[in-house]
C-alpha cells in the first residue's frame, strides 16, 4: 500500500506537500523516475506519515510546499511582504503538529527557492523552530553552506530604514542572524 493512499491523498496532494509536480510523484510510484537525492528526504518522511497525520487531513504546509510557493512567487515578482506571509502561515503550521513523524515530514530538506535568500530564511526558520520547541536535533541540511549567505539581508522596513537596524538586531533571533538573514522575531508572527 502506498503511503499516500494510508493517508487517503491524491497524487497531486501528496505533490503538493512535498514541494515537487503530480507528474513526478506518479513517475516514482510507477518506478520510472528514480529519486534524486535532494526529495529522497522528504519521501522517506513521507512514507513514515501514519494514517492519522495531520497531513492525512491536508492543512498544514510543510517546508518543501512553502519552498515551492516561495519559488512561485520568485518568479512571478510577488511582494516580499507576501511571500513572507507564506513563511508565517509554515511556521504557524508547525507549531500545530504534535506527532514527531508529523514534525520530521515538515522539517525534511526542501527544494531550491531560485534565490539564496529565501533558501537561508527557510533554513534560519526550521532551527528556529526546532530550538522553540525544545527539540534535540536540527535538520542536517540547515547548516550547508548554501543556507547562509555573503551578504546581510535586511528584511522588511529595516532595509529602507537605517535606524531601524539596531532595533531589528536586536530582535532577530539567532539562528537568522547567523546565516545573514535580519529580521525581528515579531515578523514571523501572524496577527
Known amino acids: 500500500m502506498l503511503a499516500r493512499d494510508r493517508l487517503g491523498l491524491t497524487q497531486a496532494e501528496a505533490a503538493g506537500f512535498l514541494g515537487t509536480r503530480q507528474a513526478n510523484v506518479s513517475a516514482y510510484e510507477r518506478g520510472r523516475l528514480q529519486v ?28 518543501a510546499s512553502t519552498a515551492a510557493a516561495l519559488r ?3 518568479l512571478s ?15 504557524d503550521d508547525f507549531a500545530r503538529l504534535t506527532a514527531d513523524e508529523d514534525r520530521r ?21 526550521a532551527v528556529d523552530l ?3 520547541d525544545g527539540l534535540e536535533r536540527t535538520p542536517a541540511w540547515t547548516r550547508q553552506p548554501d ?16 535606524s531601524l537596524r539596531a532595533l531589528t538586531l536586536r530582535d532577530c533571533p ?5 546565516r545573514g538573514v535580519m529580521m525581528g522575531r515579531q515578523m514571523l508572527v501572524s496577527t
Open 36 to 63: 534524486g537525492e535532494g526529495i529522497r528526504d522528504r519521501i522517506e518522511s513521507f512514507i513514515d506519515l501514519r494514517a492519522e497525520s495531520s497531513y492525512a487531513e491536508g492543512w498544514p504546509a510543510t517546508l
Open 72 to 74: 512561485a512567487d520568485i
Open 77 to 91: 515578482k510577488v511582494s516580499e511582504t507576501d511571500m513572507l506571509r507564506l513563511v508565517i502561515q509554515a511556521a
Open 105 to 125: 515530514f515538515f522539517l525534511a530538506r526542501p527544494g531550491a527557492t531560485g534565490s539564496a535568500r529565501w533558501d537561508a530564511l527557510l533554513a534560519a526558520l
Open 130 to 132: 526546532c530550538r522553540r
Open 147 to 162: 543556507r547562509y549567505l555573503d551578504q546581510t539581508w535586511w528584511v522588511g522596513a529595516a532595509s529602507e530604514v537605517e
Open 174 to 178: 539567532s539562528a537568522f542572524r547567523a
